[in-house]
């Protein structure tokens, strides 16, 4: 009797075990089920979402709400997005078929008249001016189909498109209380200064995104930022300078995401300045300016090898195989040293040339998009100029407003500027920043203008069908701008640098900057 009930005793307890064993493997397996919340958080500097505007999430950062018509892809050519195609139709217009189904983050459908009101009525007047629209350009032809007829003959419209500016945004929602759009992401919450949180759209027509929440945080001063990431109180950092770049790569399970080049930096030369500021009137000395800069020094020692010799203000990728047209300045102090010989500057007695007793003296205005990106460059070009006998005087200026008002008055010589190509079309900057005509509210133009040879060029390259002779062309213009009239001096072009944690991947920084799709991006389990 006793061994009968050892043997149950011995079973009921085999049975326990195999029932706890069971219920840990089920456990086990609905644990490896359940979804890992994929929420990403990313440092940013100064927040500039333009509320004047009405712009959230569209530019401080991109944050994925908006979508335009037509996306720029890394080469910086074009593709569909709520546009599957378009096709010039002459008499100044341009069609465009939307793609079907798409909704807003609010359930309405995406319809041709949302995109007319988001064209004409939503975006800024100089995105207005750019794309030579006014109010009733664009057409209604039917639900899917839109006409932009534009003011003047525009053959860029599609490359003008591709920039965030032009996200179509859902009728008769307020932009800065709710920005509702088409995109993989939509809003939360937004508060000035301190943060932007968007979460992913559970209706997104394309490819659903990975994260569930991405959280955008400004933290404006630059050691704050990456101290918040070694904490691990951000994934991502961006806008890092690239005198930093070493100490985030340092940081233990920190990566950096670097992006095709893109942004540019270079000096513009005061080519009509009136005295004290008229000294670069005469092309020789602009010149010798051009060579006197050791750009590859500048690039190892001030950027830690993030960028590369860069002879244009347009990116390599629009210019293409046209983009030796550009012959730009190499490194070579003794010619920068004979052309100055040439144009009367003689070295004075501190090695600073004089020319019939007025010492040469320019003043390098810095400020553009802001000083402390630019640092310390201002000081590595004074020294180099220095070099081949010309003293350099620094402004730094707190902000755009300050920098453009110097530049109204004429107020400097050398104009130092970090810069970016944010749509496809390569007449945008030309024509914003030298073409004599300009855009709506552009001051660039009036000291900077390289002649008529070179409005000739842009205006032809606006006009071309063809958006490969439109490169050439616009080769053609940069090499009048920096090799024959040396309106501009070239330093470099960057790369767009994230500081990311390693457990973030599928991040692709785009090489202009507000381009970036953060709906590819996902935490490693």
């Known amino acids: 009797m006793r061994q009968i009930k050892l043997i149950a005793c011995i079973l009921v307890i085999a049975a326990l075990i195999a029932g706890f064993a069971g219920c840990s493997k089920q456990s086990s397996q609905e644990g490896a089920n359940l979804q890992v919340k994929q929420e990403l958080v990313v440092g940013l500097a100064a927040d500039a979402n333009e509320l004047k505007f009405k712009e959230v999430g569209i530019g401080s950062p991109n944050a994925n709400i908006y979508e335009s018509l037509v996306k720029l892809g890394a080469d910086y050519q074009v593709q569909p997005l709520l546009a599957t195609r378009w096709e010039y139709r002459g008499s100044n217009t341009w069609r465009f078929y939307l793609r079907e189904g798409v909704k807003f983050h609010n359930g309405e459908e995406l319809t041709a008249e949302a995109v007319k009101q988001s064209l004409e009525e939503e975006i800024r007047p100089s995105g207005k001016s750019i794309l030579k629209i006014e109010k009733g350009s664009v057409k209604v032809v039917d639900k899917h189909t839109i006409d932009i007829v534009t003011t003047e003959p525009n053959m860029r419209v599609p490359e003008i498109l591709a920039h965030p500016l032009y996200g179509i945004r859902a009728p008769g929602v307020d932009p800065v209380a709710n920005p509702t759009g088409t995109g993989p992401f939509r809003f939360v919450r937004y508060e000035k200064d301190k943060e932007l949180v968007v979460e992913r759209n559970p209706d997104y027509w394309g490819t659903p995104p990975k994260l569930d929440k991405v959280t955008f945080k ?41 992006a095709p080049q893109g942004p540019y930096v270079a000096l513009s030369l005061m080519v009509n300045g009136k005295p004290p500021h008229d000294i670069l009137r005469d092309k020789t000395v602009r010149q010798a300016i051009g060579w006197a800069i050791d750009r590859e020094a500048i690039i190892q020692k001030v950027w830690e090898g993030n960028a590369d010799e860069s002879q244009t203000v347009i990116p390599a990728g629009i210019l293409g195989e046209h983009k030796n047209l550009v012959q730009g300045f190499g490194y070579d102090p003794a010619k920068a040293g004979q052309l100055l010989d040439d144009a009367g500057w003689k070295p004075g007695p501190d090695g ?141 072009a960057l790369y767009n640098v994230y500081a990311v944690k390693e457990k973030v991947q599928g991040l692709s920084p785009h090489p202009a900057d507000i381009n970036t799709r953060w709906d590819t991006a996902y935490i490693k389990g």
């Open 218 to 258: 400004y933290i404006p001063d630059h050691n704050t930022r990456l101290m918040a990431l070694q904490a691990g109180e951000v994934d991502v950092v961006k806008e890092i300078p690239r005198e930093m770049l070493g100490q985030a790569k340092a940081m233990e399970g920190v990566r950096l995401a670097t």
């Open 352 to 492: 600073i040339r004089t020319k019939n007793g007025r010492r040469l003296e320019l003043t390098l205005v810095s400020g553009f998009p802001s000083a402390s990106v630019l640092k310390p460059l201002p000081e590595v070009l004074q020294q180099q100029l220095r070099d081949v006998g010309i003293d350099v005087r620094i402004v730094e200026v707190a902000d755009d407003g300050l920098y453009y008002g110097r530049l109204e008055k004429g107020e400097g010589d050398l104009w130092l500027e970090r810069g970016n190509q944010n749509n496809g079309d390569p007449t945008f900057l030309p024509e914003l920043l030298y073409h004599s005509r300009g855009y709506q509210g552009s001051t660039y133009n009036k000291p900077f203008w390289p002649g008529e040879e070179f409005d000739r060029l842009i205006d032809e390259a606006r006009n071309s069908p063809d958006i490969r002779e439109a490169a050439r062309l616009m080769a053609e213009a940069m090499h009048i701008l920096i090799d024959k009239e040396s309106t501009v001096v070239p330093i470099a």
